[in-house]
């Protein structure tokens, strides 16, 4: 997505790391990672930043006994898809769902993705949040 930002907007974005660590989950997310619904999940929360503006939320779940938990954890400020499209192994489990989160201000689409890996076994639950910065630009073409 990093990827298709920039060629929207014109300049990279820039990873802003709002939260992370263990945090609990909605009843839609415990079933799309197949844990019980009081589970807890390791999360990673961030912002795309394109010319200090935000254009993009993203929410990464991992069960916290998976390996890929240790991986948000070491990601810091580097873009998730350094991780997903580098390592052949990883690909989406079924086509994006969409999403609609309700904020304050309104309705800000989204989607989400379950991907998975093999050998060794691992996933992570990706949803993104398309904010108007982005979804205002008639340039940007990246939320359809």
């Known amino acids: 997505m990093t990827r298709e930002v920039e060629r929207a907007l014109g300049a990279r974005p820039v990873v802003r790391l709002l939260h992370e660590g263990p945090d609990g989950l909605s009843a839609w997310e415990a079933g799309a990672l197949t844990l019980p619904r009081r589970s807890r999940a390791y999360a990673r929360e961030i912002a795309l930043v394109v010319r200090g503006r935000p254009v993009m939320l993203a929410r990464s779940l991992s069960p916290m006994a998976d390996p890929m938990a240790g991986v948000l954890r070491r990601l810091q400020q580097a873009p998730l898809a350094d991780v ?52 205002g630009n008639p340039v940007a073409r990246v939320t359809q």
């Open 84 to 135: 997903l499209f580098r390592d052949p192994r990883w690909h989406r489990s079924a086509p994006p769902l969409p999403l609609r989160w309700r904020s304050t201000r309104g309705r800000v689409p989204g989607r989400a993705c379950l991907w998975q890996r093999t050998c060794p076994d691992a996933k992570v639950l990706v949803e993104e949040f398309f904010l108007p910065a982005l979804t």
